[in-house]
């Protein structure tokens, strides 16, 4: 059984989704971002970084209970613990891994400093706002070539590399991240074909009545943003 701490950002959306995709049996630990809870010492213990998504595998390595944090290392996690999505050829699986990276190198940090000075800071700042928007351009750029050689981001098949990065290129985001979509018909395609999957639907839809960042009040901006993330 896997205990998943969790949010509906994207970050949590990728362990979402390949829940449903490895179809293991799994709970659902909320940890409520905007209240705070991510800095409760008993989530700390599991998440270091005090930042969702983490999972306890109560069936780890030689049976004992194992903890993971960090999104793309869950995905490795689980998709090595099913051999789902992860392919047996160390080629191949150099080639997901690759592109793992560059979503949690690249487009995770990028796109969320993008989102913050478009959404969520509390000052206009145009430098921050137009570096990160041409910093996100760039990696869309990124993806439109590679997806116009390769039907999914590894490779011809789907893998966790498309599962990392689907969440934070879907619809939705295009638009909080000001991407004009026509500019990128790959990506395009790209997301259109994954948003199609039952499981990506199914993992999506997980606490989707509570994926509302927009508008924060004091208190939540200083739990996300502010003065409580620098206290440790
Ligand atoms: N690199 C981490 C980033 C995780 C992350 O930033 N999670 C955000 C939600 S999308 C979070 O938990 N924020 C709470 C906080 O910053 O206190 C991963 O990929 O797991």
Redesign the pocket.
């Known amino acids: 059984m896997i205990k998943h701490y969790y ?1 509906p ?4 959306h990728k362990t979402a989704i390949m829940l449903e995709e490895v179809e293991l049996e799994y709970e659902v630990c909320t940890v409520n ?1 905007l209240e705070g809870d ?1 800095f409760d010492p008993a989530f700390i213990a599991i998440s270091p ?5 983490a999972i306890v595998d109560t069936d780890g390595p030689q049976g004992e209970p194992y903890t993971v ?4 290392a869950i995905l490795m996690y689980l998709a090595e613990k099913t051999g789902k999505l992860w392919p047996q050829d160390s080629v191949e699986r150099y080639d997901v891994i690759q592109w793992l990276m560059f979503q ?1 190198g690249n487009v ?1 940090p990028m796109f ?1 400093q993008n989102g913050y000075f478009q959404g969520y800071c509390p000052e206009d700042v145009p430098l921050a706002k137009e570096r990160y928007h041409n910093v996100c351009k760039q990696l869309y750029g990124v993806m439109d070539r590679r997806l116009g050689e390769s039907e999914y981001l590894a490779g011809s098949n789907y893998s966790i590399a498309d599962v990392a990065t689907f969440p934070w290129a879907m619809p939705k985001q295009q638009e909080m991240h000001r991407i004009d979509i026509t500019q990128y018909p790959n990506v395009k395609r790209w997301s259109e074909t994954v948003a199609m999957r039952p499981a990506v639907q199914r993992g999506i839809a997980v606490m989707a009545e509570d994926m509302k960042v927009g508008n924060p009040t004091e208190e939540t901006y200083n ?2 943003f502010g003065a409580k ?1 620098f206290k440790q």
């Open positions: 949010w950002t994207p970050n949590g971002i991510q970084n005090n930042r969702i998504p944090f960090e999104s793309g949690m995770g969320g739990n996300m993330q």
